[in-house]
Nanobody
Framework: QVQLVESGGGSAEAGGSLRVSCAAS????????AGWFRQAPGKEREGVAA????????YYAGSVEGRFTISIDMAMNTVYLQMNSLNIEDTAMYYC????????????????????WGQGTQVTVST
C-alpha cells in the first residue's frame, strides 16, 4: 500500500494562491495515475485534477481549469497542486490519491480508479 502525506494547506484570501503537496512512499513512472480530490462540508467528494505520472496527460475539473495546475517531481516522489485565483467555493479538505492507470484508459479524476489515499489537508478561502 502506497503511503501518501499531504501538506501545504491553510488559509488564503479570495484571489490568492496556495500550493498543496503530497509526499508518496513510491510513485511509479509508467502506467500510474496521481490526482487531487476535495470534499467540502455537506458535499460529495469532487475530482479536481489528475495526471499520468509520466507527465503525458493532465485532466482538470471544469470548475478549476485555468486556475489549478497539477504537477509531479519524480525525484522527490511528490505531487503538487498549485491553486491560483482562489474563490470561496474552493474551500474544502483536499486529498491526494494514486493508483495504477486502467488499461487503455486515461487518468481521469474519478475516485474509484485510485487505490491509495492521503489523510487530507484543509484549504480555507475567505473574502
Amino acid at each position: 500500500q502506497v503511503q501518501l502525506v499531504e501538506s501545504g494547506g491553510g488559509s488564503a484570501e479570495a484571489g490568492g494562491s496556495l500550493r498543496v503537496s503530497c509526499a508518496a512512499s513510491e510513485l511509479p513512472f509508467y502506467n500510474y495515475c496521481a490526482g487531487w480530490f476535495r470534499q467540502a462540508p455537506g458535499k460529495e467528494r469532487e475530482g479536481v485534477a489528475a495526471m499520468t505520472t509520466d507527465g503525458a496527460a493532465r485532466y482538470y475539473a471544469g470548475s478549476v481549469e485555468g486556475r489549478f495546475t497539477i504537477s509531479i517531481d519524480m525525484a522527490m516522489n511528490t505531487v503538487y497542486l498549485q491553486m491560483n485565483s482562489l474563490n470561496i467555493e474552493d474551500t474544502a479538505m483536499y486529498y491526494c490519491a494514486t493508483g495504477p492507470r486502467p488499461y487503455g484508459a486515461g487518468c481521469l479524476p474519478v475516485g474509484s480508479r485510485f487505490t491509495s489515499w492521503g489523510q487530507g489537508t484543509q484549504v480555507t478561502v475567505s473574502t
